[in-house]
């Protein structure tokens, strides 16, 4: 039985070598990472420090713990250099390995600008636990960090960081906060909240410059205001990372072009989470992770399986106004409904024959997001 | 009564609250929710949960 080797032990590769194992336990498999492998909860790195987390203790198993649970071999702080589709083999770290099937869940790499300014390089992103920890340690002992992007993630390390008593401005081009997951008023209503916890706006500007400033950095807006901080931290979204498996001719897109059963353009090539293109979708969330990672395990354990994703709306970890959102799909026509209130936002996105297509709910609504989605159409049925 | 926390997203199931809207009522042991239910907010499955039980 030729191996299964899984590139990636983040959600998605963990996710896809659990599952398998329930199906199968004696096909060898083999997985590969270039960090250390650790079992840990991305989601988790948002809200660490209300959660009393550190680094250390956000992983919730080390490699060798997954290695005997999973009965599989873990290659750690290795380097995936190059796959040959043909051959079934791959350079890792300048060692030749064959597979009999391959699954790519290398993730995605944080977009990065490149800013005038002598201290642009030193902008912080955070997409791992490795990331997470230089980050934390990077704050120790400092007061004030500056969030470039006001997205999911810049949202809720703002909320995090602000709980545990750090100065926070966040800067966003764009006039609210999660521009792209909420409309207007369900976004002002976050900004609200968040301003309240302690959060500084600055809305509508975007970065210029970064450059050193006494033992921090001063960053020029787009208005020409300056601001002046000790730590920067850039999260302005994600790109999947494709080089590799274009390198080795599989087409790409946004991300690694996959089929519904998640096969490559190559036969016997694999691709799930923040890397994967899904008909379209790049979906870098936990529960289209686990819905690729079920059906991609029974494909593997040889019986191909198309992988379905229901309406799957994302819960947005910000304690001080929680939100969970269902993004109507890009494109659908309809229009926004909204009811906004002090304690609660309710907004819902209707089309032009009044079905729900979509829906955003803030602080006291959100206990109606289980009602909302029985309502919404399955993302992929 | 215990709370129960997924180490997956941080979703916490309160024994006492239980969960009416998905049908399940206050003060449902862990044990005896269903076991295809699965957590509400991301979807990992109980059996392979990883909760970790937290002080209620």
Partial sequence: MATVVIVGTGLGGYTVAREFRKLDRETPLLMVTADSGEFYSKPMLSNALASGKTPETLANAEAKQMADRLQADIRTQVTLQAIDPIAHSMAVSGERLTYGKLVLAVGADPVRLDLAGDAAHAMLSVNDLRDYARFREAVSARRRVAIMGAGLIGCEFANDLCGAGYSVDVIDPATWPLPRLLPPQAGESMQRALAGAGVHWHLGRAVDRVDKCNRGYRLQLSDGSNLETDVVLSAIGLRPRTDLARQAGLSTNRGVFVSRSLQSSAADVYALGDCAEVEGLVLPYVMPIMQAGRALAATLAGEETAVTYPAMPVVVKTPAWPTVVAPPPAGTDGQWEVRSESTAVRALFRDASGSLKGFALGGQAIAEKNALTRELPPLLG | ?56
Wanted: include cysteine.
């Fill in chain 2, 1 to 56: 009564m215990k709370r129960y926390m997924c180490v997956i997203c941080g979703f916490i199931y309160d024994e006492e609250k239980g969960l009416p809207e998905e049908g399940i009522a206050p003060g449902t042991k862990w044990e005896d929710l269903p076991p295809n239910w699965s957590c509400p907010d991301c979807g990992a499955r109980k059996e392979d949960f990883e909760m970790v039980e937290v002080e209620a």
